[in-house]
């Protein structure tokens, strides 16, 4: 079951003004616990979205499978491993940000070596799916929590 949430009309958007839009692909995971928990992060100061919880995961380089981006963003961010045949594709969600369209798919992943530990962001929570309304998100995010929250319950 494919589900956007906060699927956005584009007629009349960027798209078809003179100047072409950047697409930035981020790839994006909720880790999952033996509890039904999810976890977010805090992005960290300094940068854009600054301070807003969003779903772990980073940009998709060049030359890079989104997979392959979650794996090494994990690592970096989270100090875990994470093996690709965990990875499961539930949706995704976009956002028309001023200079970028922002196209990111969510992943779960119940099960990863070693200990969640907080590398870069401010801060880590672990969040029931129905309580994850309480957290800023950037607006890409948000939509993200109804198809968690129907995969996993409140
Ligand atoms: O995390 P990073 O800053 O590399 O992400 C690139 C851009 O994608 C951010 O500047 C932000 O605007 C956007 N983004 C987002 N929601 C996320 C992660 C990134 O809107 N969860």
Excluded at 18 to 30: D, G, M, Q, T
Excluded at 76 to 83: F, H, Q, R
Excluded at 88 to 99: C, G, K, M, R, V
Aim: charged letters at 25%; aromatic letters at 8%; hydrophobic letters at 40%.
């Amino acid at each position: 079951k494919l589900r956007t949430g906060g699927a956005r009309s584009i007629s009349g958007g960027p798209f078809f003004s003179e100047s072409p839009v950047k697409l930035v692909l981020v790839a994006a995971c909720a880790l999952v616990d033996a509890d039904r928990r999810v976890l977010i992060a805090q992005r960290p100061e300094g940068k854009q979205l600054a301070g807003l919880w969003e779903f772990p995961g980073g940009k998709v380089e060049p030359g890079e499978r989104p997979e392959e981006t979650l794996i090494r963003e994990l690592h970096e961010e989270l100090g875990i491993t994470v093996k690709e045949a965990c990875l499961a594709p539930l949706t995704f969600a976009s956002h028309t940000y001023e200079t970028f369209q922002l196209l990111m798919p969510l992943w779960i992943c119940k099960r990863w070596e070693g200990q969640v530990i907080q590398k870069e962001h401010q801060a880590l929570k672990w969040v029931r799916p129905n309580k994850l309304r309480d957290y800023a998100m950037p607006p890409a995010d948000e939509p993200l929590i109804p198809p968690l929250v129907d995969l996993l319950g409140g």
